[in-house]
């Protein structure tokens, strides 16, 4: 995996060691001397991930830490904090400043790379997320506090030490809610329901730890969901085994209730920046599809249904109908009530759309007061059935269109059935010409497609 690594540091010997142990591993490696360096650097260059000196003239690595990830431009890249402090307190000081990992010196090359290779990883998801969705106010989940009401989670905490359990569920932030499970099934079977954050004892003999741990990653429902290991200090082969099998975080025993908190907070908040850019782009997808007035599907994504159901019919398939809806006279709707109450009819005509459709069929608006529906699997006889009952539905009951006033509404309809060798465009005239039949022949009726049956 290659990937652009910052390394920052005050003294020139470190740097050119780092540097080279990256380069030797195909990273690319961009250099700064001191805080203030660092964040212009950040800025211009984003790195994919950013290793941090701690003790630096002019500003410290705390400080340069909590500034780059104040800074919507770069609180995305993942901070290493590399030091030769290995102090409680610094820890714990530099996970709050928002550093995504801490390292000692002198630093052991596999459990670096190790780190950084777990950090990418995670990076180029989020880093596809946000491609897709670049809303600033994303940014802000990643500087929202933990112990906030809007933010209470629910840790799982597997280990087949009830007492070391009990520790750790007492080290959680103040707005976790912590639930403990000594066999690894009901672990799961806890994780899929309902969790935001796994904490997995890799020193229990009880079960195999980091089997557990590549269930869970392989596993859909529970493959994004954060892991913190507890190992055993000193246990290097295991900590670089579970980063590579996708553990997020490592916490080692005896676990101090100060660094798993801020640890568990760090997690948590990541978790909560990647969700909401799943959301985001969810309702991104689901907006290009849909039609905002009415919550129909657009023109778009209804052409690309049709193609699919003509070729599907072409290619031997059920067979497909097309219906083309157009309201009646709807500019004297709008001329007589404003577009508002114009609005206020084309949202009920798809309410009773929908209403009357099929579960399988495909409504849409396809341009003004015009509507299109796809019926997968219907013949001719079955598109006439559903549009007289789509007309007798929209003229039996007039609509409000505000202020207590009604106004009577009716609807022309065309349809046609795809002929073999036909096309989703040739489908489409067929269908607009019969509408444009029904309109000419006095509105409110259903006429089939040249060449239908009657």
Do not use: W
């Not at 985001?280 to 290009?288: G, N, P, R, W």
């Amino acid at each position: 995996m290659s990937a652009r690594i910052l390394v920052v540091d005050d003294q020139p010997a470190n740097v050119r060691l780092l540097e080279a142990k990256l380069q030797a591993e195909y990273f690319d490696v961009c250099t700064a001397v001191d805080g203030f360096a660092a964040i212009e650097v950040a800025r211009v260059e984003q790195p994919d991930l950013i290793l941090l000196d701690v003790m630096m003239p002019r500003m410290d690595g705390y400080e340069t830490c909590r500034r780059l990830k104040h800074d919507p431009a770069t609180r995305h890249i993942p901070v290493v904090m590399v030091t030769a402090l290995d102090q409680r307190d610094d820890r714990i000081r530099g996970l709050e400043s928002g550093a995504d990992d801490f390292l000692t010196k002198p630093i052991d090359d596999v459990t670096l790379f190790a780190r950084v290779r777990s950090l990418l990883r995670l990076k180029t998801v989020l880093d596809e997320l946000r491609f897709r969705e670049s809303s600033d106010a994303l940014n802000s989940i990643m500087s929202e506090p933990v112990g906030d009401d809007a933010a209470v989670a629910q840790a799982i905490i597997i280990s087949g030490d009830v007492r070391a359990a009990t520790r750790y569920a007492a080290a959680m932030p103040p707005q976790v809610r912590t639930q403990v499970e000594l066999d690894p099934a009901a672990g799961i079977a806890a994780a899929r329901k309902n969790a935001d954050l796994l904490v997995i004892d890799l020193t229990s003999p009880a079960f195999d730890g980091l089997r557990l741990c590549a269930r869970i990653r392989s596993d859909v429902a529970t493959r994004q969901m954060p892991i913190i290991a507890v190992l055993n200090p000193g246990d290097v082969a295991n900590a670089v085994r579970a980063l590579d099998i996708g553990v997020n975080d490592i916490i080692h025993r005896p676990v101090d209730a100060g660094e798993m908190m801020a640890r568990v907070s760090t997690q948590l908040r990541r978790k909560r920046y990647a969700d909401r850019l799943r959301s985001q782009l969810d309702e991104s997808l689901e907006m290009a599809i849909t039609d905002p007035l009415t919550g129909l599907h657009n023109r778009r994504y209804i052409a690309s249904r049709l193609r699919q159901a003509v070729e599907s019919a072409n290619n031997g398939g059920a067979p497909v109908s097309l219906l083309i809806a157009d309201i009646d006279h709807f500019k004297s709707i709008n001329d007589r009530f404003g577009h508002e109450g114009g609005d206020r009819v084309l949202r009920s005509f798809a309410d009773r759309l929908m209403r009357d459709l099929r579960a399988l069929d495909l409504a849409a608006r396809y341009g003004g007061e015009e509507f299109v529906i796809v019926m997968p699997g219907a013949g001719q006889a079955e598109a006439r059935i559903a549009s007289e009952r789509l007309r007798a539905s929209i003229a039996a009951e007039p609509f409000l269109v505000g202020d207590g006033q009604t106004a009577p509404v009716t609807v022309s309809i065309g349809f046609a059935q795809a002929r073999v060798g036909e096309d989703a465009d040739a489908l489409l005239r067929r269908a607009d010409e019969a509408l444009y039949t029904a309109k000419g022949d006095g509105r409110n009726r259903v006429e089939a497609a040249a060449n239908e049956a009657a």
